[in-house]
């Protein structure tokens, strides 16, 4: 073998030398051999339990709990327009009319002929409270039409009217002639007797006006109907303030010219009055008749 291939021998064994020495030292500056990996172990089944019953639990008293107070917002209300009342009359009476009332229905809900015989106030009261014993005997209820001076001076015997169930309603405070009076006249005439009665009696006289002498003109009709007023007169009249009348001739012409749903007027100062008014009740109820207030008798009917 030549020199040159000897030399060439060394070369290469010094090179593998080297490579193998290099190999070691970069070993040894990562720390020695690589670990093996680890093996990542096959998941398992957690076997699952059988279920069982669960008993259910004893129930138990739940405590009621006290509600804790809060404090309620208060609600402002929304104003409305109040309308004013209209007021009843008593006795379930009709409001006012502006016609006459000249007569009322003639037969009462029941469809029994009824009447009515009111009065009109004035004079002594003595034989008024004659007039009102006779009315209770008879179990009569029915109108008086009362004149404000004459509370003003008897007012006992205004109060005994009221006391005894009677029906109220207004005369006239002077017991003038209304066909000559002005509507200012009329309105004070009304609302001063108007007034007196309720202070006496506790009731009102409306809403019956009954002119003296039957008195009246356009401007006392519509007046008396702006006050809260319905004019009634009469149908007849027992005409015993005439020269001759007798208790005879009060019957003749209160009973005479019995009809269903008249209206009779007569007073309350004359003895004759007491007299007759026994025998026109009893001719009257003989027949069948109710004797009611005016109330009553104008009364509005479901079957009119």
Same mark, same amino acid.
């Given at each position: &073998?030549?020199?040159?291939?000897? =030399? ?12 193998? &020495? ?106 008024? +409270? ?15 039409? &009362? ?60 809403? +019956?006006?009954?002119?003296p002498f039957g008195s009246r003109s356009t401007v006392?009709?519509?007046?008396? +109907? ?5 004019t009634i007169i009469w149908t007849y009249g027992a ?17 005479? =010219? ?5 209206? +009779? ?40």
């Amino acid at each position: &073998m030549s020199k040159q291939t000897d =030399n060439r021998k060394l070369l290469v064994r010094g090179a593998q030398v080297l490579a193998l &020495m290099g190999l070691v030292v970069s070993l040894a500056a990562c720390g020695g051999q690589a670990a093996e990996p680890t093996a990542v172990p096959e998941p398992t089944s957690t076997p699952t339990a059988a279920p069982t019953d669960t008993p259910t639990p004893a129930p138990t008293d739940t405590p009621t709990a006290t509600p804790v107070p809060t404090d309620t917002p208060t609600v402002t209300p929304v104003p409305t327009d109040t309308p004013t009342p209209t007021p009843e009359p008593a006795t379930g009476r009709p409001p006012a009319s502006p016609d006459i009332v000249y007569i009322g229905n003639p037969t009462t809900p029941d469809g029994d002929p009824q009447v009515n015989i009111s009065f009109d106030v004035q004079g002594d009261p003595a034989t008024l +409270y004659q007039i009102l014993d006779i009315l209770d005997q008879y179990g009569v209820r029915t109108t008086f039409f &009362m004149q404000g001076e004459w509370v003003e001076q008897y007012p006992d015997a205004a109060k005994e009217i009221a006391n005894r169930g009677h029906e109220l309603g207004n005369h006239s405070w002077t017991h003038f002639n209304f066909s000559e009076m002005t509507a200012e006249e009329v309105t004070k005439e009304l609302n001063d007797t108007e007034a007196i009665v309720k202070e006496v009696t506790g009731q009102t006289t409306k809403p +019956y006006f009954r002119p003296p002498f039957g008195s009246r003109s356009t401007v006392s009709l519509q007046t008396a +109907y702006d006050l809260g007023y319905t004019t009634i007169i009469w149908t007849y009249g027992a005409d015993e303030w005439r020269d001759g009348a007798t208790a005879q001739t009060i019957f003749d012409n209160v009973y005479g =010219n019995k009809a269903p749903g008249a209206l +009779y007027y007569t007073h309350t100062d004359r003895q004759i009055i007491v007299d007759a008014l026994p025998r026109v009740i009893e001719a009257f109820q003989a027949d069948g008749y109710k004797l009611v207030t005016a109330g009553e008798i104008l009364a509005v009917q479901e079957n009119n």
